[in-house]
Structures are given as structure tokens and as C-alpha cells.
């Protein structure tokens, strides 16, 4: 039974590593991904290989870095934040004056408390990021500013979970491990999704489920560059899980033209389940869908989110921390996923096997209340039994109807046994 | 010439016969409505014959019923009023005290005037139907109930009007003759239906009409299953009739998806002649539409009605009577349903037989008033010819105008003459 | 270099000729036009040719008429107004009084310093136009009233431009040069339409360009009698120039559906460049775009437009002057046309090149601002380039970004000199 306190303790367990795009942050955190879901698999590719029209980059480690004044007080200290350093800064060792010191500190004055995120991953560059409110203080004077850090011939990791079904066919789940010490945006993303693969294994599959763990961007062309044509041929439905940990309303991104179905699932269940959700266009995207349904990917990838990267105040900075996000959030998240996941897994298309209307009663389902006409239950028979024409799968009909996929799905069992209707 | 006097005074002849879904109520209706309209010929078809998912129960027949208090008043008096007896009451003679009795009696409270309309058609089971301010006067003590009626192996009745036209495809009319001692749901159906089938009789048929009148529910499924292939194969729009006879505005059930002939000619003489109707979803379905739009039988049936079942106070109770519906109630939806009718039989696809617009000066066809520009009438013959493209149907023309169908037909007419269309 | 001025001065030179549907008014006109752009070819069609339902009219010419009074004035003179005179009057010189004059003077009260234009073009007839306010003021007496004017079997005279492309295909241009003495309806409509003749000879054109100026109606009909296989063989896109003259909002008139690619090329343009633009419905046509929408002719024609004819108080009548229209309004229709044609020209359907997002920062066009991200050109890019899928054109994507055409035009030049698109 997972609980909202697992994902939650996952979150804090995995808050403290220094992710990047490459490096050892990235198997740390895969490693205690596969504590809780032994069927993730770690790849590794190599430094250069070439990804469509990009190459993986150098991989970057880093052991320590601070700025000292003359009195030798560490004014910054990386072991203090990850987002204290620029992502990919590269090693220096040097002293500098405050005024040249400054191009290389970054800080948000209309934001004085919070430390940016800031990476460089393809222009070789170093930097460091401070909080406005400790930054202004800063007076004349040399500093020691030094980074301990590497680039070296390494490789891109990656982890991936197949969850193998019935069918071929199959649902894919993408979340992105390349953010240091930020908790909505994200560790949100592979907690949910690592507990999605654990539920996964412990239910009947009728598709095959394909969850992978990688970086953003860079890491999503890898991962397609070797698997594309696989891919185009067996997904159905897919979903970039990323901002799903704080405890905003759910929002929702649609695929390029929104008519795919993972569009059609994730907007009925949205809309059966939640009073107030919003949706984006795809024209506010920003993850992983970016490659997904970019052109000859075409991909049928949505993201079903609560605060959406880039709306929040505390976006990309030191305040999207464990404080920002909750138990209730991560496992509300994890639910409607659950829902989505499931409404794909029973989405059938049935027809009704008697013609006319049936004689209800003769199998207890015509509830009748006194003067006040039929039930609600045996109204949603009735019509969940009318459009039972062949045309109409479960979640079609939900939407006609306005009864969730999720009663339907129960009540499609009930006239099944009774035989009243049988698959199109 | 049919007035709206001949439909009032069909009602008020048909209300005091106690109707069920069997028994000799619905011949002797058929027998009234036969006078009207002798082209009405009447089936009986046995007890116990399987009809789809169900079977024609026993034919239930009642001659009197009552409760008497131990003075013998009768508290209660069957003749007084149908609706007294729960519609298949099953024989019963017994005496009983208030208490019990009044597991036997229905009310409604908050219609403490009104007497309700009870059936149990499929459970045996007995009961009586009392106004609420007569029942709470009722006194402790014992009571004679007593209810004359028969169960027999006997028949359904039903009538059905078959009129040719020059085409086998056929328009299908169909109305319920199962309500005892109610106005408008439903002797208005009837009543309206047997006049349109008189007034069809006397006109030139393009189509062949279907008119029938039958139980509810298991009437329409005993109709369906021993005519269902060749109704299929025939008929190109249906209307069930129901509560078409009081003064509420036009209401308007779709079939199941809109999307039929039923329905954009339904549609299209509402919007041209009803300044206010209201269309309701086709979840709000309660009469035979139920069965016409099942699976597999996918029917093109539509309701035009007034005050809806279900959605008005004196919907199934005494007070649905002759005072509920009018003359003009009655002759107004007969009239609604002729326009359907009209623009059926003439709802041809012309093109223009003129490349350009054609001179209408030369034909007499062109006004002009002074300064102002051409008439409302030079303008209608102008925009219909633009339209007649051989794409659009008349009623389809109608809709992008924004004419009336009865208007084009007499405009199609005087264009034929002149040979400026022809048909597609 | 085309100026505002240059449209102006030539409305100016245009304005005092007495244009009709026949007659030395057109041919002047066109000589005048010609000197604008020697491409125009004149032609003549004689009168009783048969032009599908319509016939050329006799030609007429007219050089004088006025009306005097018993002392020797004129209180009207056509050589003061060319509206002065009924376009077709016959020849006359009689004497009548005044109360039989008034049969044959037209004015309008609500409008009294107004000129109204009036014609009778198909049936003899003849009459004055007069302002109310110099009318009212008729002393009785006798009248002395002559029309010097002539019918004569002559021609019907109209321009032709045909302009050369890369493909036989064709964009159409038609406009009207039948009005006297109007400005916005009809000089800006010629005037707009030579100087894109003139535009267009200079540019490398994809589509060849048919550009016709024909008297309304009769010319139209005449043209298309001669030239209708042709023009359905080839026409892709075509734009009625009409009433495009003052300084009102755009309008437009779609085609009979509204579905061709006129269409979708003009709502896009005025969607971009018109902050409030009014769209007409087609039933509110009434000019050309009569005969070119018309069953069998089905041409792809549409209508940008300023003030609409009918729709402005000055509409015709002596007050639609050059003081109505302006240099700007003409030269701010003739760059939305261009626009048009710019966007028709240009219009192509490109494929991404490269699978994924590609490594804009490669190319140099990844441009980042701090911590704010990527720029809006490059976010233009990107959206740009996930929807070159090979489904969408320029338009298309133009409509789902939200970036002008003219924008698109740009960045595709740019992203297929670094083969990031090609054609699809």
C-alpha cells in the first residue's frame, strides 16, 4: 500500500544530491529510484555520441566551491546549496575584485531572498548564484573565488522501467532527473512516477508500460535517438510528469493538436474529478513534450501538472523546496494519474446485446423510488446502454453522459455479467 | 377541413376511458380513434409472446374498485376516478385497519389536491391513489378494500396506419395509447396523430407513413420486433408524439446524436416559426424514443413537444386534465407537426439552371422600391439561387438564409416555371 | 516607389468622367489607367452579344442635359454634376410643368444637400437627380427639359492585365469603373487595383495575375461569358476591389463558404494588421462577388473593403467625393492587399529537418536574456518549427502562434539557409 508519506520521504531523501544534466547526482538519484522499483534499468551514453542534431556533452562533476573575503569568511559555499553554482560552471581558482566579481554572481532584486537556478551547459562559462538580500551586502575588497569541479570524456545516464502487458502496445511516462535541490521543478516528477511504476508492477496489465528517468532535454533526444521507431510504433498515450508535488489545482498541457488520446483520457478524467482545472495551450510548453511532439517524433505526449514551471513565484529558485510542496500534493498527483492510467487500461468499446431497452427489473437493476421515478443508478444504466451502439468507447461515453469513466468502468462489469453487452 | 375544436372534442370523448398497456380501455380507445380515421387497422398479439428482452404480460382488465369505512361510505370509488387504482392492481377483497391500509395508499403531500397516476406493471402488487387532503382526514379503524380486476392470457392491442406513398421510404409517426384519464401526457399524442393521419390521407405523398399507436414501453418493443428490419430499411425520419396539448412553447427532444433528418427538420421549423422552444438533451429522454434510438434499432426519431413529461406540476396526477389542454394547444402542435411534414415532402436539392445570376427583370422577378435597393422578396429569390448549387437541400438553404422552408417552396416553385432551377 | 499621392492624384484625374456600363466614359478611364500600367489591354464586346442569361446593352452616350426655368436658368446642369442625370436616359426636349417634373426628379429628403445616383440601365426610361434642398425650393411654371444623349448599337468596354508567373495558376483581381463621379464606390477600387498592377510587375511572381476592370454586373458576366473555363481551371485565390477608398475599419465579405483560400489568406492578414476589422456574411454581398460565387462560376472571390457600399450615409450619392476618401485610406488598402498577395506568394508547406528540437544555439539562434529565458524570436522559431510537420503552410502556422505571416516569411528564409526546414 503506498502511502502520501512515501513519496514525500522520497522527495526528502532525494532534495540534498546535486543533479545536473550529467555526472554522479544523476546515479545517485537512480539508485535510490531503484530502491524503491528494482525494475529500472541505468544506461550510459558516452561523451560525443551524437543525438539527432545535438552530442552529449562532457560530464561534469563537482567536489566543492565558495567565494572568500580577505578575512578568509566563506561568503558563499556550495556545500551550503547546489544552486549556489552555476550548472556546468567549470573549475577556477582565482581572486577577483568586487566589481569584477560581479558578472559572475547572479541574484533577483525583486526576489531578495531567493537563490536562482542557473545552468550553462553549452557555452563553457562559470558563475554563482546568490540571494539578493546577502548579495547587496557585499563590500569592496578581493575575493578567493574558487570551483572544484570537471569536465571529462564520460557519459549521459539514464534510467528506464518496461512494465511488459498483454498488448505491445504502450503507455509511456517520462520525467526528467536533472535538477539539483528544487522540489516541485523537480523532484515531484520521478517520486510520482517511480511510485506509478511500483503500483504498475502489481496490477494486470493489459498494455505494456515504458517509464523513463532521464535528463531534460538532452536526455529525452537520447533516449529517442535509440528508441524512436519502437516508440512511434506502440504508444498510445503518453505523459511528461513534472510540477505535480505542491498543492495548487491541476493544470494540463495538451499534445500539439490536443486530439490524441492521452488527450482524451487526461481531459476526462480531469474534468469528472476536479471543479477547477486549467489548461494551457501548447504553445506554454517547456519540458520534455518539446521533443515529443516535435516534428517526425509526433509523439502522443500530455502533461497532466499542479503549479506549472515558470508561473510560480519560486520557480527555479532555492524556495521551491520541500516546504513548497506536500504529502497531500505528490499523492493527489499520483492519484489521478492512477485514475488516467486506469481509465486507459479498461477503455473498451462494447456494444448492447438485446435490442430495445432490457427488461431491467428481471436483473435487479431497475431501482425504482416511489413516486420519484428511477435512480440515478439506473439512470446511468440506462444511458450508459444507449450509446453501447459500437461507436463509443467508455470514456466517450462518460463525456456524453457526465458520468466518470471510473463508475462506468464498474458498471460495464455488472452488464457484462449479466450479459447485456459484450465487446464491439 | 380539420379545426381545433374536432381535436378538443376527440380529448374530452377519449379521456374517460380507463387505459392500461393492456386490456379493453386501449380497444375501445382504437375503436373512437378508428372513426376518425378508418385506414387504422388494430393487432393483438398473445400473453407470454417474447418480445426482445421481454415478454406481453397478462392482459389486465378492472370493472370496479373501492374503500369503504365501516359505515360504508365509500371513501374511496374507482368510477369517480381512474387514476384511483394502481394501474395491474391484482384482485383483492379484504378488510383492514387505517394503519395497514395506508401501506396501500399513495399521496403526494406537496400536491395535497392532486390524486397521483400509480402503475406496477411488472410486480404483482395492489394499491389505491388519494388526493393528500382527503387522505389525512381519514379516521382509525376498519376498511373494506376491494378491487374487481382479472389477469387473463389475453392480448396487447395496438393500431397501426400504413398510408402509401410514391416512395417506399417512409415517415414514421408514433403515439401511446397506455394512460388512463390523463390530457396531456397523453391523450393529446393521439389526438394530434389521428388528425395528422387524416389530414395525410387527403394530400399527394411523396413518402409513405407509418403511424402507430401503442403501449408504452413494451408496445413500442412488441412494434419493433415484429416490424424492426423492414422499418430500418425504410424510414428516413420518425417524431414520437407525447404532451403536444397544452399552451406551454415548443420543446424538442434530439435523437440520440441530432444528427438525423428528424431533426434538422425539426430544428429548422422551430427556429422559423417558434420564437422560443426550448431543446432538451437527449438524456432527458422518457418515452418511446428510449426504444427508437436503442442500439441496433437506431431509428431517425425526434419529439416536438409542449410542456414536457416530467417537467410540469400536474404531470402524472388528476390534475393532467381537460383543463390542462386546449383547442388551440392541440391544433398548434398539429400544425408545428404539418410544417415538418411539408417541408419533408418537398425538401428537394435544385441548381441553378443559369450560369450568373439570371435577369430577373426578364421573368418579373426583379423589384425595386425607388431608392432603397431591391425587395425583402427580390433578395430571398437572389440569396436561394446563390445557394442552389446542387449541395443544399432546401431546408439546408433555409438554414444559411434565414427563410422559412415553406417560403422557399413557393419560391422553388415559381422559379421552376421559369426554368432558373432544376432539380440536382 | 508607389505613394499615397500617386493613388490620390490619379482618383482625382479619374473623378469628373462620366463612367456607365457603356460608353466613351469607360474608354477614357481605361486610357487613363493605362498610363498608370501599360500592361492593360482593352476590349470591346458588341452590343446584343448574348452573355449567359444577360444581353449587352445599346451603348450610350450622353453630352449634355439640363432642366431651365421660364426665365432661361438652369436650375439643373448635367455639366455641373454628372449625378444629375438617370445613367441611361434617353434623349429628350420637351417642356412639361412642374407638377409632372417632379415625376422625374429624384432626391432624398433625409439627405437634402445630397445628389442621389440613380440608374435605368433595362428599362427605357429617363429622370434628374436633384438635391432636396434646391429642389424644394421649385416655383411652379413651366419647365424646359433636354437630355442630349444617344443609344447606339456600339460595345461594352473593359481592361484586362494579365501578368505572367512561374505557374499557371492565378490570383484574380476584379474591380469596377461604371460609376460617375463617386469616389470611394467606385474610383478607390481602380485606383488600388492599377497601382497593385503596377507592384506586381515589378516582383518575381510565383502565380500568374489576372486583373480586370469591367463595368459592374453586365462587365463581370461579359467577362466571365468569355473567359469561365479558364479562370475555374486556374483561379486559386481572388479579391473583388471594392469601396476601399476613406479612412473606416476594414471589413470583409467571405466567399459563398467562407472555406476557400481567399479566405483563410485574408481573415489571416486582417487578423494580424487590423486591431478591429468587421466581417460581413456573404448574404450581405452586392457587388461582383455575385456573379463570381454563383452555382457553376464557384470562383474563390472575397472583399476587403473600407466602408462598405450601403453602409455609409455618403453611399451613392454626390457627397461620396474626394473629400471622402484619402491618399492614406487608399494607400493603407492597397499595402493590406499587398500583404495579401505577399502572403499568397509565399505561402509554402515546410517539413522540420531535423528529428527533436534542433540545437538552435548551433546557428545562433538561441537567444537568452539572463534569467528571464529565451527571447520571443527564438520562441517564434521553436513554435515555428514543431508545427513543420508537413500538415500545416505559413498561414496555417501563422494562425496557430499568433505571429504575423509576413514574420513566418522571415524566419523561414533564415531557418532554410541553415537546412532546419525544407519543403515538404
Not at 547587496?136 to 511488459?164: C, M, Q
Not at 487500461?345 to 421515478?373: D, F, M, W
Request: proline share 4%; net charge negative.
Amino acid at each position: 500500500m503506498i502511502t502520501k508519506n512515501d513519496l514525500y520521504k522520497l522527495a526528502v531523501k532525494l532534495f540534498p544530491i546535486n543533479r545536473s544534466i550529467t555526472g554522479d547526482g544523476v546515479r545517485e538519484t537512480l539508485k535510490i529510484l531503484k530502491a524503491v522499483c528494482s525494475s529500472i534499468n541505468v544506461y550510459e551514453v558516452p561523451t560525443g555520441t551524437q543525438v539527432f542534431d545535438w552530442e552529449i556533452p562532457k560530464e561534469w562533476n563537482i567536489w566543492d566551491a565558495y567565494i572568500e573575503d580577505e578575512e578568509g569568511n566563506r561568503i558563499l559555499n556550495f556545500k551550503e546549496n547546489n544552486l549556489h553554482i552555476v550548472g556546468y560552471s567549470k573549475p577556477i581558482d582565482t581572486y577577483m575584485d568586487l566589481e569584477e566579481l560581479n558578472n559572475y554572481i547572479h541574484s533577483i532584486v525583486e526576489y531578495p531572498e531567493a537563490i536562482p537556478y542557473i545552468t550553462s551547459y553549452y557555452r563553457e562559462n562559470f558563475g554563482f548564484c546568490m540571494a539578493y538580500e546577502k548579495r547587496k551586502n557585499l563590500e569592496a575588497g578581493k575575493y578567493h573565488v574558487r570551483i572544484d569541479s570537471e569536465f571529462k570524456d564520460g557519459s549521459l545516464t539514464y534510467g528506464e522501467i518496461i512494465l511488459p502487458g498483454k498488448s505491445k502496445k504502450e503507455v509511456f511516462i517520462s520525467t526528467y532527473i536533472c535538477h539539483p535541490s528544487m522540489a516541485n521543478n523537480e523532484l515531484s516528477g520521478p517520486c510520482v512516477s517511480i511510485y506509478l511504476a511500483k503500483w504498475l508492477e502489481t496490477i494486470d496489465r493489459n498494455y505494456t508500460y515504458r517509464i523513463i528517468f532521464v535528463p531534460e532535454t538532452i536526455g529525452s533526444l537520447t533516449y529517442l535517438s535509440k528508441n524512436l521507431d519502437e516508440m512511434k510504433r506502440n504508444i498510445i498515450a503518453g505523459f511528461n510528469i513534472t510540477c505535480v508535488g505542491d498543492n495548487g489545482n491541476f493544470s494540463y498541457i495538451p499534445s500539439k493538436y490536443g486530439n490524441t488520446l492521452a488527450d482524451k483520457i487526461s481531459k476526462n478524467v480531469l474534468n469528472s474529478h476536479c471543479d477547477d482545472y486549467f489548461t494551457y495551450s501548447f504553445l506554454e510548453r517547456g519540458s520534455d513534450e518539446r521533443q515529443y511532439c516535435s516534428p517526425g517524433v509526433d509523439l502522443p505526449v500530455v502533461s497532466i501538472m499542479r503549479s506549472k514551471y515558470g508561473e510560480y513565484k519560486e520557480y527555479h529558485t532555492s524556495k521551491d523546496d520541500l516546504s513548497f510542496i506536500s504529502p497531500e500534493g505528490l499523492f493527489g498527483s499520483f492519484e489521478i494519474y492512477k485514475k488516467c492510467i486506469n481509465a486507459l487500461e479498461n477503455n473498451k468499446c462494447y456494444r448492447a446485446s438485446k435490442l430495445g431497452e432490457p427488461h431491467l427489473g428481471k436483473y435487479g437493476l431497475y431501482q425504482n423510488v416511489g413516486n420519484t421515478g428511477i435512480t440515478s443508478y439506473t439512470r446511468k444504466i440506462s444511458d450508459f446502454l444507449v450509446y453501447c451502439d459500437g461507436t463509443n468507447d467508455l470514456v466517450d461515453i462518460s463525456n456524453i453522459i457526465n458520468v466518470p469513466t471510473e463508475e462506468l468502468i464498474e458498471i460495464s462489469e455488472v452488464l457484462k455479467q449479466n450479459e447485456l453487452i459484450h465487446l464491439a
